[in-house]
């Protein structure tokens, strides 16, 4: 399995990004797909998941209401639209892939398998 993101960079606050994770290797029928983002000297956190199957969503707390994660099967891509961003939101951002996650544990980082290089948003004015 193999994931690439994509699609980080500078924007002002209270503006957009849409990140984007390309998935190839597997089915992923029974997969949970899943973003993390860590800043310096902290441990990686979770945004925000979504199930292959079913497209159960899970967001952490402080991004409910701006951020929303997809899902396109036949791309095999899952994206995290991200409005209203704040300064704080700055970090670099993971996707990652899990398969057999049950749903209380959709945030815990280490049942994920398998992770993407980050790729980095900078929220500043």
């Known amino acids: 399995v193999q994931l690439q993101a994509s699609g980080g960079g500078l924007v002002q606050p209270e503006g957009s990004l849409r990140l984007s994770c390309a998935a190839s290797?597997?089915?992923?029928?029974?997969?949970?797909m899943g973003w993390f983002r860590q800043t310096p000297g902290k441990e990686r956190e979770f945004v925000a998941a979504?199930?292959?199957?079913?497209?159960?969503?899970a967001y952490e707390d402080s991004v409910k209401g701006r951020f929303t994660i997809s899902l396109d099967t036949a791309k095999k891509t899952v994206y995290l639209q991200m409005n209203s961003l704040k300064p704080e939101d700055t970090a670099a951002y993971y996707c990652a892939a899990g398969t057999g996650i049950i749903l209380s544990e959709i945030r815990n980082r280490a049942r994920y398998t398998y992770w993407g290089q980050g790729t980095l948003v900078t929220v500043s004015s």
């Open positions: 290797g597997s089915t992923f029928t029974y997969y949970s």
């Open positions: 979504i199930r292959w199957s079913g497209r159960t969503t």
